[in-house]
């Protein structure tokens, strides 16, 4: 089962329809035990940093995070569910984030903000994220991003100005800035290759 995490943030039901495609049993649940032991979880997120931490630990969001690292499960963060992996936020004022990785998630230094459209992706080499939609585009709507590369990953980037992170691969935790679910065919292929690459494993 895939769950789709309930903390009050997201496109769920979009979300639940796109994973749907590729994973026969997808919910969308705000049940702690659930969500903890799901085989594959999908943190969404939209709006602002400090009110999605606010809801995420409010709905037990760190903890089930944490085991399911500990238990070696796979999630995967989209959008601001990206952004909270990180140990800091820069909206407006320093907020702390999960800090399951380290680094800020700071303004995009564009003269035009938000950044919104399709854009391309430099994929990072060893990239199974990205497999067969390497060149292809996906769909962005944020202000904020990580910027500096995490350790030990696989890191891919996209350019609104300057560069920043576009997703990141680690064995348990994968994130995109850019949502894949509002993504078309390409969106649907990469959420393909996380189900088989990391919930299927």
């Known amino acids: ?3 789709i995490l309930d903390y009050g943030s997201g496109n769920l039901r979009s979300a639940e329809r796109a994973f749907a495609r590729a994973y026969s049993d997808v919910i969308v649940s705000s049940d702690p ?12 997120g939209v709006g602002a940093f400090a009110a999605c931490m606010d ?12 085991a399911r690292i500990a238990h070696e499960l796979p999630t995967l963060g989209i959008c601001v569910g990206m952004q909270v992996m990180f140990s800091d936020g820069r909206e407006k ?7 399951i990785w380290p680094g800020d998630v700071s303004q995009l230094d564009a003269p035009i ?8 992706v430099s994929v990072g080499e060893g990239s199974q994220l990205f497999t067969g939609v390497e060149e292809e585009r996906f769909y962005f709507v944020h202000s904020y991003a990580a910027k500096s590369e995490v350790p030990d990953a ?4 996209a350019n609104y100005n300057e560069n920043f992170l576009a997703a990141v691969e680690t064995p348990y935790v994968v994130t995109t800035q850019f949502h894949p679910e509002k993504s078309g065919a390409a ?11 990391w919930v299927r494993a």
């Open 1 to 3: 089962m895939i769950a």
């Open 33 to 44: 035990a659930i969500c903890a032991e799901a085989d594959g979880l999908v943190v969404p």
């Open 55 to 66: 809801q995420l630990i409010e709905a037990g969001g760190a903890e089930i995070i944490d």
């Open 93 to 99: 004022s320093a907020h702390k984030g999960l800090g």
């Open 113 to 120: 903000l938000p950044h919104i459209g399709w854009n391309t």
């Open 154 to 157: 696989v890191n891919s980037t």
């Open 187 to 197: 969106g649907l292929k990469l959420i393909e290759n996380w189900v088989t690459h």
